[in-house]
């Protein structure tokens, strides 16, 4: 055997192992998101949902039984379970590019939780992967390169708790019968403007949502925690509804920009659509290969 004949299977052979690794690593995150899914979901009942009716929502402030009445939630059954999935693109710092991604979410709408996950086109033939989630109150957030290289791993600390579970408070606008839990206490601010606190295990956080005449929801507002770490620190978290769409005889929002209000200016770092979605389904689907 030739020099260059054992230089090019050396090659060969490292090509190789480089992509059963990839492969191997796309499928141990695939099987994790699926497993914590199933997590979310194994104990929720989807066989006796109730049917709301009006009367439930006339203890909540008038804009929200507007909403509740547009968005189409009363005559319905209640949704205690959310499979969504997204599209959109997203800039990991203000002046860096925008980067598509693709993404699938389940919720837990009677007990909050949620599990998302999300594949991000960094460049051709190259990709990052993330996870979300939020269970018993506490959030993690979890962010490879290629699947391989970690470069976020961060959970059950207050500060990244509080931040997934504002996230599952702003979120609620893709599931609106939600507004009825217990979990959610309601404060009129203005004619138009209102309050809503989420707690979950003793622990709140708080939000402010705006809407229009006719109940759609405009806007959700928040001091959310910016940044990673220890030097993560509260800043104005800002979600701007630009588009509705009808799913399952829901009337949601289907396109969003979401954006953080820091001194310096605002980073519009996401934009957002929801391209399906289904509502009191237990079905585990195929997740996103990296």
């Keep these: 055997m030739a020099w260059k004949d054992a230089k090019f299977g050396t090659i060969a052979n490292i090509i190789i192992i480089v992509a059963s690794y990839y492969a191997y690593s796309n499928y141990k995150f695939n099987t994790m998101v699926k497993t914590e899914t199933a997590q979310i979901l194994q104990n929720l009942n989807i066989e006796n949902t109730n049917t709301v009716l009006e009367k439930e929502i006339l203890h909540l402030p008038e804009i929200i039984q507007k909403w509740m009445l547009n968005s189409g939630v009363v005559g319905k059954e209640n949704i205690n379970s959310v499979r969504l999935q997204q599209k959109g693109k997203m800039k990991t710092k203000p002046n860096s590019k925008w980067l598509n991604f693709t993404a699938e979410q389940c919720f837990n709408v009677k007990e909050p939780a949620f599990i998302w996950s999300t594949k991000v086109d ?9 996870r979300d989630k939020l269970i018993n109150g506490k959030g993690n957030m979890l962010i490879k390169l290629a699947g ?41 601010i203005d004619k138009l403007t209102v309050k809503a606190t989420l707690t979950i295990n003793e622990k709140s956080v708080t939000g402010v949502f705006k809407f229009s005449d006719v109940g759609e929801v405009q806007s959700f507002e928040a001091k959310r925690y910016y940044g990673a770490g220890e030097h993560a620190t509260l800043q104005t978290w800002y979600i701007k509804i630009r588009e509705f769409k009808d799913f399952n005889g829901y009337k949601i929002p289907s396109k969003s920009d979401v954006l953080w209000k820091l001194k310096e200016g605002d980073f519009n770092w996401l934009y957002l659509e929801i391209t399906k979605l289904n509502y009191n389904t237990l079905e585990l689907k195929n997740h996103f290969n990296i």
């Design 148 to 188: 391989i290289i970690p470069i976020v791993n961060e959970g059950e600390n207050e500060k990244i708790n509080s931040a997934t579970m504002l996230r599952y408070l702003a979120e609620i606008v893709w599931f609106p019968s939600a507004a009825l839990n217990n979990y959610i206490y309601w404060e009129a």
């Design 122 to 130: 960094v460049m051709p033939m190259l990709k990052m992967v993330g």
